[in-house]
């Protein structure tokens, strides 16, 4: 099977199989990602390519593989007959399989449209994670996501209403001190109103070759301490009041804050609460992250 540029899926996704349809991220212009910063420049395979490429994985694995993921940044955005081919050839090669998942942003969400979305979901696709980062406009703003709340919100109902699962990822600390607050409120209503299956938490680590590296040493952005961090991720989830499962699945994060909305959110915010009685030298150091 052939890769090509940076290979990231996400954790939850470490024992599919891995087959590249998209290389590079369309968008690329993310502030606090570094992924393809350096290419290669976004492109979408060819059918025929990654149909080799399946076929190579079933002469390895066998036809049992029950779950795959297709690689690179936003495999949404290439073309959705192309997609849905990829899809029906991967259920139709491996009968057992239970879960295709991409990762995709709300602009390519919205571009495509919930008939589009319909079409990838009777092909089989299944999961679409996709970074909503924060539901703040000013902060996906500065961090050019490429996406307003609005359309972050629209892109996720769209995801669901095409009924695929919808994981939303969300960057603790990322509107730095000023606007930690707004960030954590406004974060808490834009996953009330998608009210996604999944909110995956990672924390803020300023990356090389990043932008926001770049104004971390300049001083124009201010980092949240641990325990400032803690106190988000406790307004975030007492804002919460749909329903919902919170992983925190990732090596940025403090603590381990994974539970079923609204069940578990007093368990949560005593975690949160015992966490924040922890001195702060008792947590991760700061580190620029390099991968
Ligand atoms: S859309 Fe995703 S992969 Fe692309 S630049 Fe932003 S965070 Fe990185």
């Not at 090389?208 to 991720?233: D, Q, Y």
């Not at 329903?243 to 804050?257: A, G, Q, W």
């Not at 007093?266 to 991760?284: G, P, Q």
């Amino acid at each position: 099977m052939r890769y090509e540029g940076p290979i990231y899926r996400p954790p939850s996704e470490s024992d599919s199989l891995l087959i590249q349809a998209t290389i590079g991220c369309p968008h690329n212009k993310c502030t606090f990602c570094m992924v393809y910063k350096r290419g290669p420049k976004y492109r979408a395979r060819s059918v025929d390519e990654v149909k080799q490429d399946i076929d190579e994985a079933k002469r390895i694995y066998g036809k049992g593989i029950r779950s795959v993921f297709l690689p690179a940044g936003n495999t949404i955005a290439m073309p959705t007959d192309d997609l849905a081919r990829i899809c029906e050839y991967l259920r139709l090669t491996f009968p057992a399989l239970e879960r295709i998942t991409i990762y995709g942003s709300a602009q390519y969400i919205c571009k495509k449209g919930l008939k589009d979305m319909r079409k990838l979901r009777e092909a089989g696709l299944s999961r679409i994670h996709v970074g909503l980062e924060s539901g703040h406009d000013l902060v996906l703003k500065k961090v050019k996501k490429g996406a307003t709340r609005s359309q972050q919100i629209e892109a996720g109902l769209i995801v669901k209403e095409a009924g695929i699962e919808l994981s939303e990822y969300v960057i603790l600390g990322l509107a730095g001190r000023d606007l930690s607050k707004e960030h954590a409120i406004a974060t808490a209503s834009a996953i009330d109103e998608i009210a996604p299956h999944f909110v995956r938490i990672r924390t803020f680590v300023p990356k090389i070759n990043t932008l926001m590296l770049h104004e971390l040493k300049k001083g124009r952005f201010k980092m949240l301490s641990p325990h400032e961090v803690l106190e988000e991720a406790k307004l975030l989830i007492e804002n919460v009041q749909t329903r919902t499962t919170v992983f925190s699945d990732h090596y940025t994060n403090y603590i381990n804050l994974e539970g079923e909305l609204p069940e578990d959110k007093n368990r949560l915010l005593k975690m949160i609460d015992v966490a924040l009685r922890w001195d702060e030298s008792s947590f991760r150091p700061f580190f620029i992250g390099t991968e």
